[in-house]
């Protein structure tokens, strides 16, 4: 009943305001920032960290202007510096087998989270203007992001939801994170074609206190469940972000387009970082060779190293001194990489039976020793 009385009451309002047939497409800008902060500990030039970052969308309407056409198409580029790491332990992809295109997308937030329970990472707020009328706002649009997965080509995917209770209607929309950063949403088509006014999305995002259908009159809190989902480096002191939107008129009905696509670029949106050079921490998690060796002969070693620091180890060299030479070039190896090098060492013709054998990683910026004693074999 009391979705009847809303849709009610959103047609009396749509009567009062004007049919969007009648409303042409105008001279709309975008309006585009950004916030972001590390939720805790320091940032790195090298190593991402968790993260939280609203993105803030503004569509602004000349003052002559009456009508306010639709955006169908959002395209943001986030810093390249900042990316999505789905974690389906922590949130199990929410795929559209559980929230699709067949779901009733009318149910409301509490409902369609019941649907996916653990997969939320984000949430938002938006408003519109009702069938595109400039004076015709809805400011009760509750947003909803789930971990969606992954495309086609392997990139994290996002699903994200959007319900007006005094529209009685929700929308459902998707988006993949690019390498370049381009995050893609295809808009859907809201009731009586309205157009956006503003959007708010945030990772985690804030708290979202939607109506709780398990306790009549009670609320329910929603939160994005993993704090790790977005992370970012800051390399070159500053984040930036833009977008390229998409307006044009549809049909409610059948969602076709019944007027040209016009596409607006937003305004660069710069937010100062500082990210620690960090250091490398080299380990050795596997020494494998002859321990025995023959006196102007040589062996061959596998040596597997990573890095479990906070920056780059460069321009490496692994060497082998004391009882046998060797010498081979290690590189760069980047934080959470591992290498494996084969290092073929010489033992001189002199010297005694018994050895010790040095290998060590020389660096410009750190390094590791490990001492084995070999034995002369017969």
């Known amino acids: 009943m009391k979705t009847i009385k809303n849709i009610f009451g959103v047609l009396l309002l749509v009567a009062v305001l004007g049919s969007p047939a009648d409303a042409l497409a105008g001279d709309e800008s975008v309006e585009l920032s950004m916030d972001a902060k590390v939720l805790s500990g320091s940032l790195y030039r090298e190593v991402p960290r968790p993260v939280s970052a609203r993105l803030h969308i503004k569509v602004k309407v000349p003052e002559a202007q009456d009508s306010v056409t639709p955006m169908i198409n959002s395209r943001v580029t986030f810093p390249e510096d900042m990316s999505f790491y789905p974690n389906p332990q922590v949130t199990p992809v929410c795929g559209a087998e559980k929230i699709g295109q067949?779901?009733?997308?009318?149910?409301?937030?509490?409902r369609i989270i019941d649907l996916c329970p653990r997969s939320v990472v984000g949430t938002g707020?938006?408003?519109i203007h009702l069938a595109q009328n400039k004076s015709g706002i809805l400011d009760d649009p509750e947003l909803v992001i789930f971990n969606g997965g992954a495309d086609s080509q392997g990139?994290?995917?996002i699903t994200i939801y959007g319900y007006s209770k005094a529209a009685g209607a929700g929308l459902l929309m998707s988006g993949s994170l690019a390498k370049s950063g381009e995050l893609n949403i295809a808009i859907g088509v809201m009731p009586f074609d309205s157009s956006i006014a503003d959007f708010?999305?945030?990772i985690p995002g804030d708290t979202l206190a939607v109506e709780d259908i398990q306790s009549p009159g009670g609320t329910l809190e929603v939160n994005g469940q993993d704090p790790g989902f977005l992370r970012a480096v800051c390399s070159k002191g500053v984040w930036e972000a833009t977008g390229v939107f998409d307006f044009a008129t549809r049909s409610d009905s059948s969602g076709e387009l019944t007027s040209p696509v016009?596409?607006?670029?937003?305004?660069?949106?710069?937010?100062?970082?500082?990210?620690?050079?960090g250091r490398p921490k080299i380990k050795l998690v596997r020494l494998a060779g002859n321990r025995g060796f023959r006196a102007g002969g040589s062996n061959t070693y596998t040596l597997r190293f990573r890095n479990t620091g906070t920056a780059s180890l460069r321009q490496a060299v692994l060497r082998a001194t004391g009882g046998?030479?060797?010498q081979a070039r290690l590189g760069t190896l980047a934080p959470g990489q591992t290498r494996t090098v084969r290092l073929k060492v010489r033992f001189d013709r002199a010297g005694k039976a018994r050895r010790s054998l040095k290998f060590a990683i020389h660096s410009p910026n750190g390094g590791l020793a490990k001492m084995i004693g070999v034995r002369e074999s017969g």
């Open 262 to 277: 016009t596409s607006v670029g937003s305004n660069s949106d710069s937010l100062p970082c500082k990210g620690l050079a």
């Open 102 to 110: 067949s779901t009733n997308l009318g149910l409301g937030v509490a």
């Open 200 to 202: 708010t999305l945030g």
């Open 324 to 326: 046998g030479k060797g």
């Open 155 to 157: 990139r994290p995917k």
């Open 125 to 127: 707020t938006a408003r």
